[in-house]
């Protein structure tokens, strides 16, 4: 499977400001894929990235909010915008790999990202 | 509502002792994927399951499809504190849609 590294693993942020997370694949990968798991609560798909194309979203997600670059087939990242407190959360990316019942993803270790 | 439905949501219990984790969907899925959650980490995949019946064995770790795809079953003997984390099952939706159930916050008490 693909190794993923994901930074910042953390940030305290004003409210108001924007934060960009980035994640670097090392291999390359047709999708990535970008989740918002808020404290206490499961992992929900903020949007899908495909290289040379916009990002795909999900219902509730919007670009202005979370606008998504994808460069190249390897890295990608995520901004959250005009972050208030309800953007207190972690934000992980990910990628897929395998086939049948080597079929799976992988995440990076996520950042947790706090606003105040 | 939601398309998973995993239970329970927490449990706490002393090691040694065994746990089943269940995971329900009212629709038929192809395959399903389990998931462990440790805190500061991405989740990492422990399983999927695919063929309506299957089972499959991950040392302590029993994982079962029921047979008409539309539930699956985590089961842990003789737990220990290192199973400590958060369990997730998971299912494809479309393409490549990974929709996750809410997920079991498991404690293993020493």
């Known amino acids: 499977s693909a190794v993923i590294s994901q930074k910042p693993s953390r940030d305290i942020c004003q409210r108001g400001t924007s934060l960009t997370i980035q994640c670097q694949v090392d291999?390359?990968?047709?999708?990535m894929f970008w989740y918002r798991q808020q404290p206490g609560q499961s992992l929900t798909l903020i949007a899908t990235?495909?290289?040379?194309?916009?990002?795909t979203y999900e219902s509730g997600f919007v670009i202005d909010k979370f606008p998504i670059s994808r460069p190249n087939l390897t890295f990608s990242t995520l901004t959250v915008s005009n972050m208030s407190p309800e953007d207190s959360s972690i934000y992980l990316c990910?990628?897929?790999w395998g086939l049948g019942r080597s079929y799976g993803y992988t995440f990076g270790s996520g950042t947790r990202l706090t606003v105040v | 509502t939601q398309l998973l439905e995993q239970s329970p949501q927490f449990l706490s219990i002393q090691e040694g002792e065994n746990l089943t984790v269940y995971c329900n969907s009212s629709?038929?899925?192809?395959?399903l994927q389990w998931y462990r959650q440790e805190p500061g980490e991405g989740p990492v995949l422990l399983v999927t399951v695919v063929t309506g019946g299957e089972v499959k064995k991950l040392k302590r770790l029993t994982f079962q499809f029921g047979d008409a795809r539309k539930d699956s079953s985590l089961h842990i003997t003789a737990a220990q504190p290192g199973d400590t984390g958060l369990y997730l099952c998971?299912?494809?939706?479309?393409?490549?849609?990974?929709?996750f159930g809410q997920g079991t916050r498991l404690t293993i008490n020493p």
């Open positions: 998971a299912l494809l939706q479309g393409a490549q849609k990974l929709v």
């Open positions: 990910s990628v897929e």
């Open positions: 629709s038929v899925f192809s395959s």
């Open positions: 291999s390359q990968v047709t999708m």
């Open positions: 990235a495909n290289q040379g194309s916009e990002a």
